[in-house]
């Protein structure tokens, strides 16, 4: 590397400062939450029966925060997600990302306001790894294909993997990878908000710890905002700088992990202080206090 | 304000020149591929890019007055700079680590294998195998199926009869209205052309023999498997398919239950009932069209036209329409459940197996159409 000019810091606005839709806003965004979710009520109707799955449920998210959202089975915690992505529409309540609703977050563009990494991954399974991620770049129609494929080496290679995978078919990827594609796909636009189904189901321990290392980096490097869904403790204290424990149909502690398992309820009990728990707490224990 | 907002986030280039420094290249807006995407802005960066110097990297390079920048935005800087950086380069912290980070993953796409002339000899052999896989499946289901049969007449009581009914009322019971509906015009419209052709021969009595005997011996069962085979054929290989895709099949294995008691004998079973059904009715439906029309055009009356089917058809014609129908419905059952089987575990299999089911089960019907019309040409006529 040739010999550069020290970075200049201080007098100009954060990058990123602009995280709101339609080029630089006239009131300040940077303040304001990337997800806003007051008073969400969601119903499901299962042959002819009203089942409720959220009530009078209030989460806030801030910029630039890893958020674990926890609950039990069936609590709704998938819905959320989808309910951010605007896949859904809740009952009653309003949810507000990056500042307009999220029914209109699937509009156009999206892409470049929020990246999902689906459990499945959901990669097309008609196209090559390599047309998978360029999908929302080639859908602009505007930009030159080898700029496209520049950007779409360069994504490959960020979430670790080897470029000679590119012309592969998603058939034939393991699970791990699937992942991992389906992550440099959602990033291909560098969205502001990441949203995480269950990202390190069905990955082994080694796998699960490398993923969570990614999303950790990518985390800190591009200034995101993450949301995931999980299951996993390790992942948990690993990685969240805050938690949202869904129970009794809305969410009853969000916190930083330290004071989530120091809250006392039933479903946090048996969650963070059950065997499993406390085998993962070790993890909890050994990083620095420093947060 | 809005009309200067807009120009801000225009990505553009703006060069200066002081005489101390040499050239400066300042970088304003925000280059994002949606913004870059613009075809207005892209034209306008472009041309702003084109006045870069040769030697880019000697000049100065001020990144800091960016709106934003994305990896793509990065991406194409770097390009600019042919993939080197230049002497002199101001960046926010930020701004510094995207462009290292696509500076350390910038390569070259490996290109795809060539195809050569040995791949190409290999690919014939791929052919071959594939037609051989099938025969070698086709005999491999169909024996089973008999074996199955078999077993199925020792203990009949543990036969899954359960599918058997919900097969046949699927395949059977929901395809009466449209199979109906097509007969009855089928009928109609040969009956109208035939009544113009007769009177010119002054046979108008003739058009109940045509009609008896195309209808019952031949359009009855071919259109009735035709109708049956797009729609049934192609659902189950569409069902199979997608137990594929979702483990159902590995499933089953696993809890020892095999597949060709399960899932073929039923299906096999309900097409070989409901299928020489669904024929009769649908000759009959024909044939009541034929006799409205022969009504209306030439006022043969219904009563004649009864009692004239029943002189000018044997009743050896219709055994041979049940009995080539029965033969068509394990076809089509067969080659369902052939490709149903064979789908690979993604989406592109599934649409090419269900699309190959239906096209080779219509083909293999007119084929063993054609045969029964040679072998029986002797009988009922």
């Known amino acids: 590397m040739s010999p550069h000019a020290p970075p200049l810091h201080g007098s100009l606005p954060p990058e990123g400062a602009d995280l709101a839709w339609g080029g630089p806003a006239a009131r300040p965004v940077s303040a304001a939450p990337v997800v806003e979710i007051s008073n969400l009520w969601s119903v499901f109707r299962t042959a002819g029966v009203d089942t409720l799955i959220h009530k009078d449920l209030n989460l806030t998210i801030q910029r630039g925060e890893l958020l674990s959202i926890v609950g039990g089975s069936g609590s709704g915690k998938t819905v959320l997600l989808r309910q951010i992505l605007g896949l859904e529409t809740p009952a009653r309540g309003s949810i507000t990302v990056l500042g307009r609703p999220a029914a209109e977050l699937t509009h156009a563009g999206a892409a470049s306001r929020v990246g999902m990494l689906f459990q499945h991954g959901a990669l097309y399974s008609a196209f090559t790894v390599l047309e998978n991620i360029a999908f929302p770049l080639r859908e602009l129609k505007a930009l030159p294909e080898d700029l496209v494929r520049d950007a779409v080496m360069v994504k490959l290679q960020m979430v670790g993997l080897d470029p000679a995978h590119a012309h592969k078919m998603p058939a034939d990827l393991s699970g791990g990878m699937i992942k991992r594609v389906a992550l440099a796909r959602a990033l291909i636009m560098d969205p502001p908000l990441l949203l995480l189904d269950e990202p390190t189901a069905g990955l082994d321990p080694d796998r699960s710890d490398a993923f969570c290392a990614l999303v950790r980096s990518l985390h800190q490097e591009l200034g995101l905002t993450v949301v995931m869904v999980t299951h996993d403790l390790d992942t948990i204290y690993e990685i969240s700088t805050r938690v949202a424990v869904v129970a009794d149909k809305h969410v009853i502690v969000d916190a930083p992990p330290r004071e989530v398992i120091a809250f006392d309820h039933p479903f946090v009990r048996e969650f963070f202080l059950g065997g499993r728990g406390l085998r993962a707490m070790e993890l909890l224990r050994a990083q620095p206090q420093d947060e | ?381």
């Open chain 2, 1 to 381: 304000m809005p009309q200067a907002a807009l120009e801000d986030s225009q990505p553009r280039v703006v060069f200066t020149q002081t005489p101390d420094d040499g050239s400066c290249a300042h970088l304003h807006g925000r280059w994002t591929a949606e913004s870059l995407a613009v075809e207005a802005h892209w034209d306008a960066l472009q041309a702003d890019l084109r006045s870069v110097p040769q030697d880019c990297h000697a000049c100065q390079w001020d990144l800091r007055p960016l709106l934003r920048m994305d990896h793509t935005g990065a991406q194409l800087l770097w390009n600019t700079w042919y993939r080197q950086w230049p002497d002199t380069l101001y960046t926010l912290p930020r701004q510094r680590a995207m462009l290292e980070r696509v500076a350390q993953f910038s390569s070259v796409l490996p290109p795809r294998r060539r195809v050569t002339p040995w791949d190409l000899f290999l690919r014939l052999g791929a052919v071959v195998v594939r037609v051989e896989e099938h025969v070698v499946g086709a005999v491999r289901l169909l024996g089973q199926l008999l074996i199955d049969a078999v077993q199925l007449v020792r203990a009949p009581r543990s036969g899954p009869w359960r599918d058997v009914s919900g097969h046949l009322y699927r395949i059977g019971a929901t395809a009466l209205p449209i199979t109906a509906l097509v007969g009855f015009l089928i009928g109609v419209v040969l009956a109208y052309l035939m009544s113009q052709q007769l009177r010119q021969f002054g046979a108008d009595a003739f058009i109940v023999n045509i009609l008896g005997v195309s209808l019952i011996r031949e359009l009855g069962p071919v259109l009735a498997a035709i109708l049956i085979a797009g729609r049934s054929g192609s659902a189950i290989t569409a069902q199979i398919g997608v137990m594929r895709v979702t483990e159902e099949l590995d499933a089953m294995k696993v809890m020892g239950i095999p597949k060709g008691f399960r899932l073929v004998l039923p299906r096999a079973m309900a097409m070989a009932v409901a299928m020489p059904l669904l024929a009769v009715w649908t000759t009959v439906a024909a044939l009541l069209g034929g006799m409205l029309a022969s009504d209306l055009v030439m006022g043969l009356t219904p009563a004649y036209f009864v009692t004239a089917l029943a002189k000018a058809v044997q009743v050896s014609n219709l055994w041979l329409a049940v009995g080539k129908s029965t033969v068509f419905g394990l076809m089509i059952a067969l080659i369902g459940c052939h490709y149903g089987l064979r789908i690979q575990p993604n989406t592109q299999s599934l649409g090419e197996g269900t699309t190959a089911s239906v096209v080779t089960s219509i083909t293999m019907v007119i084929l063993v159409d054609a045969l029964f019309a040679v072998v029986f040409k002797d009988v009922g006529i």
